[in-house]
Each structure stands twice: as C-alpha cells, then as structure tokens.
Nanobody, 124 residues
Framework: QVQLVESGGGLVQAGDSLRLSCAASGRAFSVYVLAWFRQAPGNQREFVAA?????VYADSVKGRFTISRDNAKNTVDLQMDRLKPEDTATYYC????????????????????WGRGTQVTVSS
C-alpha cells in the first residue's frame, strides 16, 4: 500500500503562486489514481484535481491549478497560480484505484490512502 506525504504549503497573498508536492512510498505507484482535495474549517472535504487516464479539475480551480505526476520519482504535484483567498484550506493528497465517472473521481470515498495535509493560506 502506498503512503503519502504532502509538502509546500504556506502563507501567500492573493494572486501569488504556490506549488504543492506529494511524495509516495510503496510499490506500483504508476497504477494509482492520484488526487488533491482540500478542506476549509467548517466545510466538507472538496475535490480539487485528479490524474489517472487524464487530468480532471474542479470548476473552481480550472485554468489556475495544474496537477502533474512523475511516476519515476513517485510524486504528484499541484501547481497553484492566481491564488484567491477562497483557496485557503488544508490540502490533502489521496491515492485510489478507481477511474471513470466524474462522480467517482470527485468523491473522497473513492480514495483509499490519504496524506496528513498541508496548510495553504491566501491573504487578501
């Protein structure tokens, strides 16, 4: 089973960029669907982006965020540009094996393994 560790969070101003990275340990990294979710205080965990057969994004981040994976390095990154205060949340990396319907890709229950999260704070 894969284990995930996120890094790269921090405090930035609106309009700035930030790059999150998720390092995975374990075997067969390339077979996993990898995703980023986020959760703000008082809110449910929210889908951000996923990569499996292709890249899928939440509408709220489409055109600003880019997910990329490097199977040789066992990493999946999230490049976040033009950040907004509403992007403030704890960001989690997740791994699963289900790919297909958007409803499947975007639900947290489709993912078996989670990192502990990294905090992103965007000031206005």
């Amino acid at each position: 089973q894969v284990q995930l560790v996120e890094s790269g969070g921090g405090l930035v101003q609106a309009g700035d960029s930030l790059r999150l990275s998720c390092a995975a340990s374990g075997r067969a990294f390339s077979v996993y669907v990898l995703a980023w979710f986020r959760q703000a205080p008082g809110n449910q965990r929210e889908f951000v982006a996923a990569t499996g057969g292709s890249a899928v994004y939440a509408d709220s981040v489409k055109g600003r965020f880019t997910i990329s994976r490097d199977n040789a390095k066992n990493t999946v990154d999230l490049q976040m540009d033009r950040l907004k205060p509403e992007d403030t949340a704890t960001y989690y990396c997740a791994a699963g094996t289900k790919w297909g319907l958007l409803s499947t890709i975007k639900t947290p229950d489709s993912y078996d393994t989670w990192g502990r999260g990294t905090q992103v704070t965007v000031s206005s």
